[in-house]
């Protein structure tokens, strides 16, 4: 039988790769911010009338340290998926459009969270090490990770096992 | 399991007409670290049975073989590692050396290829996409081999399918 007139394979059910690093360093940045906010808010109402809204301000900073406590990596047999603590917004990178992994190092200078850099996009909770993914049209985008082995190899066995499905014998 | 109810399961997994609907499916597929090994498990669903070493059957009766359409039918329903049993037993009893034998150790290898990938083990699967293909090709190129048929498959076409269960594995290490 030619082969364009068997079955297309189904797709198997792939190993799931996931992993929630934690960091400190942004949080811990983030809330100072907002206790030494508050603190300047509350050193200045005293002399001037200040609007409500202001207080939004360590209010906002509280919620994006938290927010920016968790990386999430996810890899399963369609996409790659990263994304903070609450899981949204999540940048999603479908198999097909990677081209190939490796282990990274960033400096400390690249600093942490959401990061344009010269080599593209690094989403980073903390620490300097990361893999980085080679998209089709020559960009790339960066993962934190302080399992960059574990990563690495999900990502690699993900690409390699991409398309694959199970078709039905016949006689 | 009752037949009706193995029927039931089956139609709705979409999987192929059972080739031997007199055998049930067995109540669970093994995935290694996941349930229970059929074999060694009090709990398997092979536990305490006897090893079979069937006889093999001729040529052109593998067709009819109910034991091989078993293992079809376990392969078709993602049974991987019973599908691997089933053929294994043959394959002990096969000539070392003849067509049925690199057929049947193709098959299994097969079988084996979908288990590996499932558990994200791409360099063993790398290995056994290349075995299979190998013992497939061997046994197509055997003398006795007629029309590419043996098992009552196409050999070339089961060649086809394991090159498209995963299209993507890299070159597996020379050995």
Known sequence: MPMNAMTMPTPTT??????????????????????????????????????????????????????????????????????????WPAVRHALDSIEGAEACKHGWWYGYGLRWTSRGWLWNAQGAAAVRLRLRGGKCFHIGTDDQAGLLAAVNAALAARGAGAAPLKL | MNHDANDARHEMSGAPPLLAPQIPLPPYAYRPGRNAHPLRHPQGHMFGGVEMRPPLPAQNAWATETGHLHAIDLFNNKFWWEAHEAWESYWHSAPVGTAEHHALKGLIQFAALHLKIESADVATAATLQRNALQNLEVANGHGLVRGGRCLGFDLIEICALITATAPHLPAPKAQ
């Open chain 1, 14 to 87: 792939a190993s799931t790769y996931e992993h929630v690093q934690r960091g400190w360093l942004i949080p811990l940045c983030l809330y100072g911010t907002a206790v030494f906010a508050a603190v300047i808010l509350n050193i200045a109402r005293h002399e001037e009338d200040l609007p409500w809204a202001v207080w939004g301000l360590p209010v906002l900073l509280l919620v994006l340290g938290h927010y920016f406590s968790a990386l999430r990596v996810r890899v399963d047999a369609r996409e790659v998926r990263v994304a903070w603590s609450w899981d």
